[in-house]
């Protein structure tokens, strides 16, 4: 057989006579002796045959495998100072010999070896690696295969990496500790690292000095550093250096740096320079001190010494920035004297300073020299003409300097004698000395006394010196010219004087100056009297010089009030600096006499007209300075003074011209003018003139009408019930003597100024007699008011004037008051609401309305308006007769539509108990056996209770004892039970009744409803009972009860809707046969009884059966048969009802939430629908609110949707939270 693949085996026939196994992978668990053994079938079919049917054959195999070697090491990366191990794996058959090691081809051993016969791993560990250890390293072995050697070996090149390693360092510091200017100095920048950095740079304070990127010969590579070295032995080469490298391990770089100080020192060295060893005076001239060393020189001064003088520091680079400016290890500091003087001669020299090795040193530098070289020069402290002020003493200053400094100096004066000054004269005659100790400049000084204009004239001073290296003399000389100034002055005499009129007076002008005053004037009002000017040539007679001194004299014989005034004496010369000078004096000259007033006529004017005084004149001397008009009414006007001047003109003789505008009847009366002077002696002196005013006008009425202060414009809207003055103004120029004031209502008033105690109407005034007469006002004080007033005029004329007025009383419309006979009524009393409306002119009778806060309760036909007690009343009375609790509320009485006051009526309700409306549904026809649904409706107070029986033809009354159920609404209470038919049933009878609070019981109430006939009882049958003599006679009323059929939708037939306006009709809400799931409602079942939700039924809710066809009626079966006659709060019909849905186009996701309306007993009262708009959400509450569950709806209105448990209010007109379930 030949089993395929076993254990590495493979086995194959290749023809019926030949087997071969494959052995894929030899290994030394194989090698022995295999046997090949082969059969014949026929052997196997005939096992008696003694001929040979198998054979055998046998082969023997041996595994050899020559020895095999493999060398590495834990980790390809390998950082020096790490641990590594190698390990070699070595394997043969025979086995091999324990592996050797080898390094570098030189031998070395492994640290373990383990393993088995044939095959052993041997390791070496190595820790701390370091360059030593990187090397080829090789790993031996062998073994014997048929007697002959099979070695084998394996190598792994161990290669120690390395992060790149900085180190910089300088050569040893000589035994001074230092290095100096001179000394070798080496830099060496080593970067070790494997393999080899192949970037260096070197820089120092951040300048590159070299850059090696693994090329350049610059560099000494070693086996795993390189190396730069630099020397130096500058100050220019101090400072930091910094050496970084980079190398690159298995595609990985690293960087390294380091720093090193370099510091050179050196002595400092200090020079000096002068760019002008002999400048001109105010040339500008620089010094400048170098100083040099390391560290670079901490300071520098520069000192200068002149003469014997002491040295002086002139900088200090260590108190003045701005001297040194710091160098390569150097610093240069300059001097500027921007405008030399004597002062800046003399030796200058420096110092410097600086720290070698922390030793401080200091070195002066050589000395230098500056001399100024200038011809002398001589200044005087004023040249040309200098002018000096008359009696005052002045210093003639001589400046002479020059370089050299000068030795001679002379001053030649006016009268030609000189004053002379030699530095080695022992008499000098001038007084010189050097300026601030300083030779070169002489202050040379000589003083003039101008007292009575002596020392006036020319000097001229004159210096003289030598130049450096120079015996030739220089010279210099300035002049002045002094002119002594005295500023003009003037006298006018006499100063003031009071002359007499025509009497003699005489007045004298003079002017003096330093330089003779060339003008002279005497002015009078304007005019010259004399002008005296030499710069245009005008002379005048009588005019006379003496020195500096000019005269003029005037005399007046006879003096006049024109000669009354100020006379002015004004002189003028050429002062110092030859600007014209001025003076003045005056002479005051009042010609005296006492003031007088012409004579004034007496005026006449009309009111209004412009009332002019007659012109009158004032004279005086000295002139008037008040003028002053009294006038009747006790004001006083100033007509002339200093500050008013424009009704009087003149000086002396003033004419005044005084208009005192538009005439008023304050001006009439008399007047007085007084007048003032200043006669002799300056006393005041007083003058007075009187005149009279008369004011004419003729008389003139008005009328006015005020509501309070206010005044009416618009007669025909006279307010009604105002305090009303009537005002009756009468003017007159004479003044009104008599008033008349005439009312429609009242009669006639008059008031006479002269007979006031008669009078019955009260007037102030005078020329405007203000009279009034106040009245409140009624519906009949229309009509015309007038006002009369007489006055007399010019030649004692009478006049008089006349106005009237014609009024119409307005009232606007009010509801005066409401009010009720009694405020709080039961439902069986009646009670009234009296509105009274007034108003002129007053509001026909239908423009009056009633209404209730509850807009559904119309009160049309419950009140009257008739007419009040005048023609502008109207009272309306509202009467309430057995309202229900559904009138409590406000009353409002509206007028005109606008104008609304309310009543609050309390209703509550009385105890009652209404008869009985017992109902099913058709009673016409009925079946034997059917069931019909009976319901008891009772109006009455809530705890009502009933007793039904069922009376038969045997007039055997049978009680319903069970199946009753009970329905509470409001005030109305439902007895509803199911009725089998049975023949010889005649009626149903329902007895009510009710108890009051204090358990007496209200008489009882009752009801029937009979039977017509039943089918299936035999026809109808006629039950007479009697008997001879006494008979009687049963009268049996055979009621057939006709099944109700419906004809399309069930057993229920069609039903006849009752539509009340308002109200919704609906099978009875408390019975359900079992059959009608709602759920799941029949077809021809109404569930309409409860607010519908479409496609959806839970508690609370009923569904709305819709069918396959549209409704084409208002009363289809399975739809609500609703009222459609009223607005559109009301419900709406079923087709309509369908139509919105059906426009939805998801009938099952719409929902309708009926509301509620005014209940209209008896019938069956339910949640009509809202409107769709609102539909989703405005449902009953559900039970996750409240316990109650569900909201019980209370007196209409609702609200427009039921409120949750928690909003509830259980006033009336708003949802009451109760009982479950809902009602």
Not at 573 to 579: G, M, P, V, W
Not at 918 to 925: A, C, F, K, R
Not at 1021 to 1034: E, H, K, R
Not at 1088 to 1104: I, K, N
């Amino acid at each position: 057989s030949c089993p395929g693949i076993v254990n590495n085996r493979t086995c194959n026939k290749n023809s019926d006579i030949e087997y071969v196994i494959e052995i894929s992978y030899f290994t030394s668990s194989l090698e022995g002796s295999y046997t090949c053994k082969m059969e014949s079938e026929f052997w196997k079919t005939n096992p008696d045959n003694l001929i040979s049917t198998s054979d055998t054959k046998h082969l023997t195999t041996k595994y050899v495998m020559p020895s095999k070697t493999e060398l590495e090491a834990d980790r390809n990366l390998i950082w020096k100072g790490s641990t590594f191990t190698l390990t070699c794996t070595v394997e043969g058959y025979p086995p091999p010999q324990r592996p050797t090691l080898w390094k570098n081809q030189a031998s070395d051993t492994f640290t373990s070896c383990d393993g088995g016969t044939n095959k052993k791993v041997c390791t070496k560990k190595f820790t701390n690696a370091g360059y030593d250890d990187a090397a080829v390293y090789e790993c031996k072995t062998k073994n014997k295969i048929s007697g002959t050697d099979s070695p084998s070996s394996d190598t792994a090149n161990i290669v120690i990496s390395s992060r790149v390693s900085v180190s910089l360092t300088l050569s040893s510091l000589p035994s001074r500790g230092y290095f100096i200017t001179g000394d070798s100095v080496t830099l060496t920048c080593i970067a070790d690292g494997v393999p080899l950095a192949h970037y260096m740079k070197i820089s120092r304070d951040g300048q590159l000095l070299f850059e090696y990127k693994n090329t350049g010969a610059d560099v000494t590579k070693g086996k795993h550093d390189i190396t730069y070295k630099m020397s130096t032995d500058k100050l220019t080469d101090n400072g930091k250096y910094k050496c970084e490298a980079k190398n690159q391990v298995k595609g990985n770089v690293y960087n390294d740096d380091k720093e090193q100080n370099l510091k050179i020192y050196e002595d400092v060295e200090v020079t000096i320079q002068v760019d002008k060893q002999y400048p001109k005076k105010e040339d500008s001239v620089k010094i400048t001190c170098v100083a040099t060393g390391s560290d670079t020189p901490s300071n520098v001064k520069l000192y200068h010494k002149l003469g014997s003088n002491n040295e002086v520091l002139l900088k200090d680079s260590s108190g003045d920035t701005s001297f040194c400016k710091p160098g390569d290890y150097k610093l240069t500091c300059i001097h500027t004297i921007s405008s030399i003087g004597y002062s800046n001669n003399g030796e200058y020299w420096c110092f410097g300073k600086n720290a070698v090795n922390g030793v401080e040193k200091t070195i002066k530098s050589t000395t230098t020299a500056v001399e100024i070289s200038s011809i002398v020069l001589v200044q005087l402290t004023d040249t040309g003409d200098k002018e000096v002020e008359l009696g005052s003493k002045y210093t003639i200053t001589c400046t002479v300097d020059g370089g050299k400094a000068p030795y001679k100096v002379e001053l030649l004066k006016p009268d030609e004698s000189k004053l002379t000054w030699q530095k080695s004269g022992t008499s000098n005659t001038l007084s010189c000395t050097p300026d601030n100790n300083i030779d070169n400049i002489l202050k040379c000084r000589h003083e003039i006394d101008t007292t009575l204009y002596k020392g006036e004239g020319a000097y001229k001073c004159t210096g003289y010196n030598q130049l450096p290296n120079s015996s030739n003399d220089k010279s210099d000389n300035k002049d002045v010219n002094i002119i002594v100034t005295k500023d003009v002055t003037v006298t006018m005499s006499p100063s003031s004087t009071e002359v007499d009129r025509n009497s003699a007076v005489t007045l004298t002008c003079e002017a003096e100056g330093g330089r003779v005053p060339h003008v002279l004037q005497l002015v009078f009002n304007g005019k010259n009297l004399v002008n005296y000017n030499t710069d245009n040539g005008t002379n005048t007679e009588g005019v006379t010089i003496s020195g500096h001194t000019i005269t003029y004299k005037k005399t007046i014989s006879k003096v006049s009030f024109d000669d009354s005034g100020t006379y002015y004496c004004t002189g003028k010369n050429k002062a110092k600096q030859n600007a014209e000078k001025t003076d003045k004096d005056n002479s005051e000259i009042t010609v005296v006499s006492d003031v007088t007033i012409s004579s004034v006529d007496n005026v006449d004017v009309d009111l209004g007209d412009v009332l002019q005084i007659p012109k009158f004149t004032v004279e005086g001397g000295r002139a008037p300075h008040e003028v002053i008009l009294a006038k009747p009414y006790g004001k006083t006007d100033v007509i002339y003074s200093n500050s008013v001047t424009s009704k009087c003109t003149g000086t002396f003789t003033k004419s005044c011209d005084i208009s005192l505008g538009a005439s008023t009847y304050q001006q009439d009366g008399n007047y007085k003018i007084t007048a003032k002077n200043r006669a002799k002696q300056n006393k005041e002196v007083t003058a007075e003139e009187t005149f009279s005013v008369t004011v004419y006008k003729d008389v003139e009425a008005k009328m006015n009408l005020k509501n309070g202060g206010e005044l009416i414009t618009d007669y025909d809207k006279v307010p009604y019930g105002v305090s009303l003055t009537v005002e009756c103004k009468v003017e007159g120029g004479k003044m009104p003597h008599e008033v008349e004031l005439t009312t429609s209502s009242t009669g006639k008033f008059f008031y006479k100024r002269n007979d006031q105690a008669s009078s019955n109407l009260t007037c102030t005034g005078e020329h405007v007699l203000t009279c009034s007469l106040t009245m409140t006002t009624g519906y009949h004080d229309d009509g015309i008011y007038d006002c009369k007033g007489y006055n007399k005029v010019r030649n004692s004329e009478h006049k008089e004037s006349y106005k009237s007025v014609d009024i119409t009383v307005y009232r606007d419309l009010i509801i005066s008051s409401i009010s009720t006979g009694s405020s709080s009524i039961v439902t069986n009393g009646s009670t009234t609401i009296t509105c009274v409306v007034g108003g002129k002119p007053i509001i026909e009778a239908e423009n009056i309305t009633w209404e209730h806060e509850n807009s559904a309760i119309d009160l049309e036909g419950n009140f009257t308006t008739i007419k009040g007690s005048d023609d502008y009343t109207l009272i309306s009375t509202l009467t309430l007769n057995s309202p229900s609790v559904d009138y409590n509320g406000n009353f409002s009485c509206i007028a005109n539509g606008t104008l609304k006051e309310t009543q609050s009526i309390a209703i509550a309700e009385k105890y009652f108990l209404e008869i009985p409306v017992i109902t099913s549904l058709d009673m016409t026809t009925v079946e034997k056996d059917s069931v019909l649904v009976i319901t008891c409706s009772v109006r009455g107070f809530s705890n009502v209770d009933a007793e039904l029986f069922i009376t038969n033809v045997e007039e055997e009354k049978l009680p319903v004892s069970e199946g009753i159920k009970t329905v509470k609404a409001d005030y109305v209470t439902e007895f509803v039970f199911e009725y089998n038919v049975r023949c010889g049933d005649v009626s149903i009878t329902c007895y009510t009744f009710t108890t009051n609070n204090d358990g007496s019981e209200i008489t009882e109430t009752k009801a029937n409803i009979s039977f017509a006939e039943i089918a299936g009882c035999h026809g109808i049958l006629p039950i007479v009972a009697g008997s001879a003599g006494g008979g009687f006679v049963i009268i049996i009323i055979i009621i057939v009860v006709v099944l109700v059929i419906l004809k399309k939708r069930g057993r229920f037939g069609k039903r006849k809707p009752e539509l009340v306006e308002g109200t919704v009709q609906y099978p009875n809400p408390s019975f359900l046969k079992s059959s009608d799931n709602l759920a799941s409602p029949q077809p021809g079942y109404s569930h309409l009884h409860r607010p519908c939700t479409v496609g959806q039924e839970e508690e609370g809710y009923a569904s709305l059966n819709i069918l396959d066809n549209k409704p084409n009626k208002l009363d289809d079966d399975g739809y609500a048969t609703m009222d459609t006659k009223s607005n559109n709060k009301q419900p709406i019909s079923a087709k309509e009802l369908y139509s919105r849905l059906e426009q939805g186009n998801d009938l099952n996701k719409k929902k309708v939430v009926m509301k509620r309306y005014k209940p209209i007993a008896p019938k069956i009262r339910t949640v009509p629908p809202k409107s769709q708009a609102a539909a989703s959400n405005n449902h009953p509450v559900n039970a996750t609110e409240d316990d109650d569950a569900y909201a019980r709806l209370g007196d209409y209105p609702p609200k427009s949707v039921p409120v949750s448990v928690n909003k509830a209010d259980d006033g009336d007109a708003y949802a009451k939270l109760g009982d479950y379930p809902p009602k």
